[in-house]
Structures are given as structure tokens and as C-alpha cells.
């Protein structure tokens, strides 16, 4: 891609492009690259724009070579100058966009000494090859250099390139190796040993460790290997020390020249052979021509542990040669001052700390926590002599830390920072830590500090908002979020977060324009895709719907291709794809993600459980939705049922209190229950572990609100997931999911990673005393229509895919009078299914739209359907069960997933087998038959009235006997040594 400098220089544009592996490794790993090229005296800067493309920087530096990077600065070796520029951003700031900005701020004058590898040393002292001297040097005061070392066959310093002597590699902060072009003791003798005369030099001893090598270059120590281009013959590998040889890894369709590392790969630098004495006759010619392949100029990333190529960056234009590339960690887009316009001239930054009267206020401001005032960071270099620099190295040297996944290292090291320095950013990543391990108060106050220090801080604006939605203040959250936008309005993650915020309090107009906004600034965003995706079925918009459901397949492919979690939730894929093998693969990126997310603590814990128990068996649930939901709908009597003289029953729960009558009925039938909504995974699971529970379940799963991180902990010896997710949780920490033979047939075992549970009739639980109201309720008062069939579907409306409302609107079309009640109470949503309804030739008026009511009110009006339609990829399960209960008939065509198969378990359970069809051509059919003949469908009416209360369906009792024959079961197998393993479980 032809990317333009945004500052316009009077010289021609950067023209590169790169593969997309390449920018999402960038983006992943949040690095940006820096490289030179003396063959156009350009220092590069490569990295990501908030559109999701590349981003590219060039300054002029008269022949750029060597280059060594830090956390905060740059040094580079030009013609006759050594320069060292310095970030003068803060963590978090931006400049016009970017959030690095090296400023040249001194350049030592050494004259023309040809300096290739730069490095610094461990007293922080700048360290060189000078080609010219054939030497290793450092810089003087007095002097172009002062030389430190030689190789032993250059019989003097002199001003003459003898043996090309260009590449350093630097072993715990000293000088370790170096590389030349030959053992020549004569000017420009090194060309004749061009083709396998180079070496490696051992510089403590002066001895030759490695020989017949062409033109070696940037030789590295990393990972226990001393990694180098063996350029001359294209391919880059490592030095074996043992044997003196070099061992090649990859070939790379270019002169080899920078080397640096990230992680697990190598990034190689390429450039196009000039065509004169120093590059012709070389191995590498022979290659090129061996694989029919051109050279080129750019940068590769190579997987150490195969040699692979993964991912690439080309130059074009007038860059066909480059010297060095090095990493720039947690940087995303970083910038440079040049010489060549007067920006460097008009950005003036100050040190306020050494004004008398800001030291006289220093410390006025102490912590939120109202701690006593911490010490001005030159208070500090004062106390401790840390220069700016030093404290902002400790920074991010700790941020490596982090990111190894140390927190606890991490956490202390920043304290230290914080209390020692009063250095802001370290509230962030003290903020971050805590925000990590679910210690939300603590995160928020950690928060509060960093703006107190720093206001316009995008980052600990948003990282707040994320804390906030934790504990369920979305209203607080999305105020964080805005002002996070508002001081970086091109923000995607922000944007995004408050887009699913918008979502959570069902301002879906709003949040839809937030979410267009994100991808329109990263337009390869899976995330926000599938986000727009699933809003769009929330509100039935189906326009474009199998294009874009087909890219959603795609894209969530191309992750998991790449081991990476993938962006669209474990949730929507039941709605979104009727798959089984596909669920699981996405619940699976996830659940590991947990575990990895938790998994030092987990180690920390360290709960222990015994196989052995005295008195009763402990069940404990864990659930956000004790309170009116529809989970607990179905499982109010449950609790209260548990034959208490042989289960002590606990009741977790993460969610609201919101004095409902389902709230105090639960808190009635449970033993103990335990509001754990503001304690974190880590406390929640030591609360359990303390109470001793033997068998843990999870009723929630991936749906909102779940706090999975609690079992990834493993705070119980059994883990089951049951009722919240009819799916698989995918996670190695769940040893059992509570099913039955209806939506988890045998032959579904493999897209389990539990093991299955199979109860005698259905998986789901009901409440055999929900109230109906009494009250008389009328056709003419819903808008119904006096006469004719009233077909029903009370889904939510994402469930309703384009293929099944096809179908019904050809029911509507066959059955003469008929209508269908639908249950949407937005505006926006029954103007799209109106026009869905038009499009397939259907009047809008035959839909009738519902809206909210209490429980036992829909449940009275809900008995005016006649035949309850069922949804195809994602059934209805409690609407189902409520449509049974108040003695409407469901029709269902089962699926591939358990989600696809609840209606068909309810319906055996209450003895209808009949309404579940084979295909969608047999349920139009019977639709249409049903809707026609009045006779047939009374008749299933009467069957389901007869049934209602003598069927195991609404026999909660019954239910609940199985229920723990099957925790009886998994005990038993637990107490005898074994692994979980299905169980079946039969009535007597």
C-alpha cells in the first residue's frame, strides 16, 4: 500500500504493503518496528493505525545504519553522528494519533566511522562496530571513539575496512560475539572471501567459534542460540557452538541484513543485491535462480520452532535496501522528529520539576485512598538517583513481567513504582492487575488515581467503564467510555465496549451507531462484525443476512485456524450456526482462555479435595439469575424439593437482588445461600471451597453475567454445567453436562468435552406450581383476531432465522384467517418483520406483536394460541415449557445441537411425540394441516390437557429424584478413584 507521511515531506512517499498475518501479529503482540536503510537515509517506523492498516513513518538520517532500541529511546548510528532520540510521550499519550515520539536529542559527532551494529552495554554505555577500524568502540568525549577491542589477525586500528567486521550480539549486557566478511589483515581484502571466508568471533577469547560463512550479518543471542544471516547464500540460522558450524533455518528471497526477535519468531530484514563486486558470484544468486524467485526488500517474521514464514512486509519505490530492524514493545503506532520541516522546531515539552514552587506543592495531592503524599518522581532521583528514563525502564521492564503472566511479581513491583515514584502509569497496570483477578473496587480505585495524575488517560477511562459493567453499573460504565472516545476519539475498543453497553440496557439504536462508528475505523474487526451481526437479528434486520452470516463462518474459521480465540461468544454461535463440531471448537478457544486467564491463581490456590465425605452430599449452584429470570422460573421448586436428610443444598449467587418473590422463595428453600455479587472469581471460589461443596453447578454457562472463572479455579472436586447454556462449556475444568437422550443422543458424545448425564425423561426442570392468572382474558384485548388460527412463537427474536419465517409466512399464506403472535416490544423490531412479512407476500397486519407482562399474566394470555411454532437453530425452552404448561401445543423440528432439540424433550416428556417432525418440509406441512383442521388440533389440545399433570415433564418432584441419582452417581465414581464418565440414569 502506498501510505503517505502525514507530516507531507518534500520527499517521495513510503510505498509498502505487507500480509495480513503480519498486521495482526503486529496488532497482537502490540509491537511496532523500526528499521533503517542507509541506501536512502531513511529511519522507518512500522505499526498499526486505529483503522486496522498499516502505519508507516520515515524520517531522514543521512545513511541510517545501525539501530538499538529501549523501551523509551532509539539509538542509530548515521554517517558521521551517533544519535539518540527520545520518546517525549507519557504511557497513554497521543500525538496526532501516535503513541510514541522519539525526538533526536543528542547527536554525538564521530566523523565517518562506518558504524554498523549498535548496542548498549550493562552500565547503559553505547557500544559499536566501526567497519572503517575494524573495531569494537564506544564513544569519547574528546574523540570520534574510543576503540575497546579487535580482533586478534587486524594487526593495528587503522583506517582501513580490512575484514568488514559489521555485526555484535551483546550476552547479558556484555559484548559476546561479532561477525566478519573475512580474517583479511589488508584494505578492502575481505571482497576475495566474500563467497566463504566470514566468521564469527568469540570476543572474551578472540577465537573463531563458527567459519565458512558469507557475509555474515546481525548476529544475535536469544532463547540459548546465537542466531545470524549467513547473507551471502539467503538464509538465516544459528551458529552451533559445539560444532563451529552454522546450521540454516529458512531461506529468504533476499540479501539477509537486521535481525530482532518477539516472542516465538524471528523479523529478518531483505534487500534487493546491488548488482556490483560486493554482491555478484554469491550462493545466493544460485538460489534465486534454484527457485525461480526475484529478490526483494522488506521484512519477515520467521517461527523459530519450524522455520516458516509468517508473515511478510515489502518495500517498493525507491527503498530496495535495508541495514537493521528492531522491536518496539507496547508500542502500536509510533512517530519520529526530523531535520527536514519545522516541527521539531515548534514541539517544545517542559520539566516542571524543578521549579521551586512545584516543589514546595509536591505531595499536596495524596491518593484517593487518602494515603499520606507520595514523593514527586525528582524527590525521588533525588533520593534514589533514578533519572525519568531509569523509572520508565523499570516500567516497562515490569510490563514484561506482566505480560509473562507473573502477576503477583508484577503487582508488587508496581506498588513499588507507585509509592516510590508517584509514577501514574503504574496505577494503570496495578489497575489492570486487579481488574484481572476480579478485585473490581480495587481496579476502580487504582483507576481513579491514574486520572487524578493524568486525566485526558483514554486507557484507565476505559479500563474503568470495563470494572464498572463488572459490578452492573452500565450507566457509570458508559459515561467512562465516552469520556475515554473523547480523548481518543478513533478508539476502537472503547467504541466498542460501549456499543455492547448500549446493548446491555437495550438502547439498541444508539448502539448500533456506535458499533457502524467501530467498524468504520477498523473494517476488519471480527468482533464488532459479529457484535453488528447479532444486533442486527435482535431487531430481525436481515438484509444482507446469508452474505454476512457466511463472512461470520469465515472469519470465526480463520481464527480458529490460527489458535486464536475467536470473537464471536460461545452464545451466538448456537443462534448462528446450526453446527455441532463448530459450537464446540468456539466454546473450546474460549474455555482455554479462561483457564490461561486464571490459571497462576489457580496454581496459588491450590484447593485440595478429598475423596472421602462425612454427613451429606454438599450441591452447590452458582447463578447470576436468583432473581426474576427465567432460570429461576424453572427451577423454584427445585431447591426446596432436594431430600435435605441426605443433600445440604448452597445457592451462589452473582447477580442483583431484586426483592422478587422468585428471590425470596430461593433464599427460603436453600440452606445457605451466599450473595456473592461483589466478591471476586478468587473469593467466590475460596467461599466455596471453605463450605466445602462436593459438587459444583453452573447455571449460567456463556450467557450473561457468567462468571466462568469461578470454576476454572477449581474450587470443587465435581463441576457440572446444567440448564443455563444447552451447549458444551468446552472447558477441561467441567466434568459433567446434565442432558438426556433426546438433546444429547449418543451419537452427540464427541461434541462434548463433558461427560454426558443422561436423565430418563427431559434435561429440563419445571415448576409444577407456576401460578396463571385468573383474570379473563380476550382475543379482541390482545388484538387478535376472533376467528381463525393463532399461531404463537414467544422467542426472542434473534432466534428467528430468515429459512423458518419463510415458513411460516407460507402457513399464513395456506391457512385462510390465521395470524401470528410474536413477541417484540421494540418499534424497530416489528417494523422489520412487517416488512419481511410484505416482502414474502404477506399482509403486516396478520402479525400481532406482544409485549412484556409479569409471569402469570403472559402465562393467562398465552393460553389464547392455538399451535406455538418452534424456532429451528435455537428452540424455545422455557417459552416452550410455558406454551405446555398453560396447554398450547408446541411443533418442532429438531436439529444437530442441543440447543436445535430442548422443544423435542419437552414434547416426549409430555407424551407428543407426534409434533416433532423429521424435516422443514413436514413441519410446514403438519403447520398447515393443524392450522386447517380444527378437529385435530382440538384433539392434541385435550391430550396435552390430559397429560400436563400425569406426564414427567411438570413433575418436579420426580424430577428432582432423578436429578440426584445422577449426583449420587457422579459421587460414587468420584469417592471410588475413577475419572467422570457417562452416566445414565434410570427410575426404579
Known amino acids: 500500500m502506498n501510505q503517505p507521511n502525514p507530516t507531507s515531506p518534500a520527499y517521495p512517499d513510503l510505498e509498502f504493503y505487507g500480509s495480513r498475518q503480519f498486521l495482526d501479529w503486529l496488532v497482537e503482540e502490540k509491537i511496532s518496528l523500526a528499521c533503517t536503510t542507509y541506501q536512502t537515509s531513511r529511519l522507518i517506523l512500522i505499526g498499526a493505525n486505529p483503522e486496522g492498516r498499516f502505519s508507516g513513518f520515515e524520517r531522514l538520517f543521512d545513511r541510517a545504519m545501525g539501530l538499538f532500541a529501549t523501551p523509551e529511546r532509539l539509538y542509530m548510528s548515521a554517517k558521521s553522528q551517533l544519535w539518540q532520540l527520545n520518546n517525549i510521550l507519557s504511557p497513554g499519550q497521543l500525538y496526532n494519533g501516535y503513541d510514541k515520539l522519539y525526538v533526536p536529542r543528542i547527536g554525538h559527532t564521530t566523523g565517518d566511522l ?217 508500542v502500536s503506532r509510533p512517530m519520529a522528529l526530523g531535520f527536514q520541516d519545522d516541527e521539531i522546531e515548534r514541539r517544545l ?254 496454581k496459588s490456590l491450590n484447593f485440595t479435595h478429598s475423596r472421602s465425605r462425612e454427613g451429606r452430599l454438599r450441591i452447590g449452584y452458582v447463578s447470576a439469575d436468583f432473581h426474576n429470570h427465567a432460570t429461576s422460573h424453572l427451577m423454584l421448586g427445585l431447591f426446596g424439593l432436594h431430600a435435605r436428610e441426605e443433600f445440604e443444598i448452597f445457592t451462589y449467587s452473582l447477580g442483583k437482588d431484586d426483592d422478587s418473590f422468585y428471590r425470596k422463595r430461593i433464599i427460603s428453600d436453600s440452606e445457605h445461600f451466599r450473595d456473592l455479587a461483589e466478591e471476586s472469581a478468587a473469593e467466590c471460589a475460596k467461599r466455596i471451597h471453605a463450605d466445602g461443596i462436593d459438587i459444583l453447578v453452573d447455571l449460567k454457562g456463556y450467557t450473561r453475567d457468567s462468571r466462568f472463572e469461578i470454576f476454572a479455579l477449581r474450587p470443587a472436586p465435581i463441576q457440572v454445567s446444567y440448564l443455563g447454556y444447552p451447549g458444551t462449556m468446552g472447558a477441561d475444568f467441567i466434568d459433567y453436562i446434565i442432558s438426556d437422550a433426546t438433546v444429547t443422543p449418543p451419537a452427540s458424545a464427541e461434541y462434548f468435552t463433558e461427560k454426558l448425564v443422561i436423565l430418563p425423561h427431559s434435561y429440563q426442570v419445571n415448576d409444577s406450581q407456576q401460578p396463571v392468572d385468573a383474570a379473563p382474558v380476550s382475543r379482541t384485548e390482545w388484538g387478535l383476531p376472533e376467528k381463525g388460527v393463532v399461531f404463537a412463537s414467544f422467542n426472542q427474536t434473534y432466534k428467528i432465522e430468515p429459512q423458518i419465517f419463510d415458513i411460516w409466512m407460507r402457513v399464513l399464506q395456506a391457512v385462510e384467517g390465521s395470524a401470528l403472535w410474536l413477541y417484540a416490544d421494540k418499534e424497530e423490531t416489528k417494523q422489520n418483520l412487517r416488512r419481511e412479512a410484505a416482502a414474502r407476500g404477506v399482509a403486516a397486519s396478520r402479525l400481532i406483536f406482544a409485549g412484556f407482562l409479569p409471569k402469570s399474566r403472559h402465562l393467562a394470555r398465552l393460553k389464547l394460541a392455538d399451535l406455538a411454532l418452534d424456532t429451528y437453530y435455537y428452540n424455545g425452552h422455557t417459552t416452550a415449557s410455558d406454551a405446555l404448561w398453560v396447554g398450547v401445543p408446541v411443533l418442532t423440528c429438531p436439529g444437530q445441537t442441543f440447543a436445535s432439540r430442548v422443544a423435542a424433550s419437552l414434547l416426549s416428556a409430555v407424551g407428543l411425540p407426534e409434533l416433532i417432525v423429521g424435516d422443514l418440509r413436514e413441519y410446514e406441512r403438519l403447520a398447515v394441516r393443524l392450522g386447517k383442521n380444527a378437529g385435530e388440533l382440538r384433539q392434541l389440545k385435550d391430550k396435552l390437557a390430559g397429560n400436563r399433570l400425569t406426564y414427567p415433564l411438570f413433575d418436579t418432584r420426580r424430577f428432582v429424584g432423578n436429578l440426584e441419582k445422577a449426583y449420587q452417581a457422579m459421587w460414587e465414581i468420584y469417592a471410588a478413584g475413577g475419572k467422570p464418565q457417562m452416566i445414565a440414569v434410570r427410575e426404579e
Open 114 to 330: 562506518d558504524i554498523h551494529d549498535v548496542a548498549l552495554n550493562s552500565a547503559g554505555e553505547v557500544i559499536f562496530i566501526s567497519t572503517l577500524l575494524n573495531c569494537l568502540a564506544t564513544l569519547s568525549e574528546r574523540h570520534s571513539c574510543a576503540p575497546l577491542w579487535k580482533p586478534k589477525f587486524i594487526s593495528k586500528i587503522v583506517t582501513e575496512d580490512r575484514c568488514h567486521l559489521n555485526g555484535l550480539a551483546v550476552v547479558d549486557g556484555q559484548p559476546r560475539f561479532v561477525t566478519a566478511c573475512s580474517r583479511s589483515d589488508i584494505i578492502d581484502g575481505w571482497r576475495s572471501s566474500r563467497r566463504d571466508g566470514g566468521v564469527v568471533i568469540d570476543v572474551p577469547s578472540n577465537e573463531i567459534v563458527c567459519a565458512g560463512l558469507s557475509m555474515p550479518h546481525s548476529p544475535r543471542f536469544y532463547h540459548g542460540k546465537l542466531w545470524l544471516h549467513n547473507s551471502g547464500t539467503g538464509f538465516f540460522g544459528y551458529a552451533d557452538l559445539q560444532t563451529g558450524k552454522f546450521e540454516p533455518v529458512t531461506f529468504c528471497p533476499g540479501y539477509l541484513r537486521g535481525l530482532t526477535f518477539c516472542q516465538d519468531y524471528a523479523i529478518v530484514g531483505l534487500s534487493k543485491p546491488r548488482g556490483d563486486k560486493s554482491f555478484s558470484g554469491l550462493a545466493l544468486d544460485e538460489e534465486l535462480i534454484a527457485k525461480n524467485a526475484e529478490p526483494w526488500c522488506g521484512l519477515m517474521a520467521i517461527e523459530l520452532s519450524t522455520g516458516n514464514i509468517a508473515g511478510w512486509l515489502r518495500f517498493e519505490g525507491i527503498i530496495k535496501e535495508l541495514y537493521d530492524v528492531q522491536v518496539i514493545p507496547g
Open 349 to 602: 515539552t517542559f520539566d516542571t520539576s524543578r521549579l521551586l514552587s512545584e516543589r514546595a506543592s509536591a505531595g499536596a495531592v495524596g491518593a484517593s485512598t487518602g494515603t499520606s503524599p507520595l514523593p514527586t518522581i525528582k524527590e525521588v532521583e533525588q533520593k534514589n538517583r533514578l533519572t525519568p528514563e531509569e523509572i520508565e525502564s523499570w516500567y516497562y521492564r515490569t510490563l514484561q513481567v506482566l505480560r509473562d503472566g507473573k502477576l503477583d511479581e508484577a503487582f508488587q513491583e508496581y506498588r513499588q513504582m507507585a509509592a516510590t515514584c508517584n509514577y501514574f502509569a503504574a496505577y494503570v497496570q496495578l489497575g489492570n492487575i486487579c481488574l484481572m483477578r476480579e478485585e473490581l473496587p480495587e481496579a476502580i480505585d487504582y483507576y481513579r488515581q491514574t486520572i487524578e495524575r493524568e486525566p485526558r488517560h483514554y486507557q484507565a477511562w476505559h479500563n474503568m467503564g470495563v470494572a464498572l459493567q463488572k459490578q452492573e453499573k452500565t450507566a457509570e460504565a458508559i459515561a467512562c467510555y465516552r469520556k475515554a472516545i473523547e480523548f481518543y476519539p478513533n478508539y476502537t475498543e472503547a467504541h466498542d465496549s460501549l456499543g455492547i453497553a448500549l446493548v446491555y440496557l437495550d438502547r439498541l439504536d444508539e448502539a448500533r451507531i456506535v458499533l457502524e462508528r467501530c467498524l468504520e475505523l477498523n473494517s476488519q474487526s471480527t468482533l464488532v462484525f459479529s457484535f453488528l451481526f447479532r444486533l442486527r437479528r435482535l431487531v430481525a434486520d436481515w438484509r444482507n443476512h446469508e452474505t454476512n452470516l457466511e463472512r461470520l463462518y469465515s472469519l470465526t474459521a480463520e481464527q480458529l485456524s490460527q489458535g486464536k480465540v475467536t470473537d464471536i461468544v460461545p452464545f451466538d454461535s448456537l443462534s448462528f450456526f446450526g453446527d455441532p463440531r463448530a459450537q464446540l471448537v468456539i466454546a473450546c478457544s474460549h474455555a482455554s482462555a479462561v483457564s490461561r486467564r486464571v490459571e497462576k491463581q489457580r
